[in-house]
């Protein structure tokens, strides 16, 4: 017996408690914006198995990459134009960049906030802009993470500031 599955009470319940249980649910809910709302919030990629509706909301998208950054892969690509979306997904998970609207893998203050999130995020920076030379972007990513060194530009792979923060990790550049 499926009906639980076409219950609004069961589902919401279920929801509460893991919100990936949106995947289990008759689509019906999946386009109820509470339901969703309060499955993103419990668990962020359930941003996937919403209505593409709801992916479009900045409401939604916002409650879901506040809690995994990451789903912001999931979100409507309007909303990976979104500065305080992309911002609050990168926030959580720095590897959000590479979801984020190119213009973001530009933007200093967005790139900052990802490397200080995860490190390894200078990976998906803009090489146009040589952020990789950006020496305080690089700083901020090795002090997160040490492995982030490889995506640095070689002239700054000789930064003795760099090395340091790279040693201390336990890596050699």
Same mark, same amino acid.
């Given at each position: 017996d499926e009906s639980f599955k076409r219950d609004r009470d069961v589902v919401m319940a279920a929801v509460k408690q893991r919100g990936d249980a949106i995947y289990n649910? $008759? $689509?019906?809910?999946?386009? /109820?914006? %509470?339901?969703?709302?309060?499955?993103v919030k419990q668990t962020g990629y359930a941003l996937e198995d919403v209505d593409e509706s709801l992916q479009r909301d900045r409401e939604v998208v916002l409650a879901a990459v506040t809690e995994s950054g990451q789903a912001l @892969?999931? &979100? /409507? %690509? &309007?909303?990976?134009? $979104?500065? /305080?979306?992309?911002?609050?997904?990168?926030?959580? /998970? @720095? #590897? *959000? #960049?590479?979801y984020a609207d190119e213009r973001f893998t530009r933007d200093r203050v967005v790139v900052l906030a990802a490397v200080a999130q995860n490190g390894e995020a200078v990976e998906f920076a803009d090489k146009s802009l040589k952020l990789t030379r950006d020496r305080v972007v690089v700083l901020?990513?090795? *002090?997160?993470? @040490? %492995?982030?060194? %490889?995506?640095?530009?070689?002239? #700054?792979? #000789?930064?003795?500031?760099?090395?340091?923060?790279?040693?201390s990790s336990s890596r050699r550049v």
């Open positions: 649910a $008759d $689509d019906s809910f999946k386009r /109820d914006r %509470e339901i969703a709302l309060t499955a @892969g999931y &979100s /409507d %690509e &309007s909303l990976t134009r $979104d500065h /305080d979306v992309v911002l609050a997904a990168v926030m959580q /998970d @720095g #590897l *959000a #960049l590479q901020a990513a090795v *002090a997160q993470n @040490g %492995e982030a060194v %490889e995506f640095a530009d070689k002239s #700054l792979k #000789l930064d003795s500031a760099i090395n340091s923060l790279c040693r």
